[in-house]
């Protein structure tokens, strides 16, 4: 079963409680840097930072999609 045929077995709640893990790539060490940083600032893991970092990225660019409608 792949990924997708696996996530559509899968109700709304039980993907809400799952985690998925998706592995990234720092390109630069400045951008490291700072994620740690703020992960200490804020006292939040760099998973937390990033899932909020691209909530907040997508809700940007919907933002842009409804202002071209």
Known sequence: ????DFRKSLSKEELERRPFIVPFKVFDFTTLERLNHYSAEFGKTFDE???VAIVKFLNDISHIHSLRD
């Open 1 to 4: 079963m792949d990924e997708n």
């Open 49 to 51: 930072l990033i899932n």
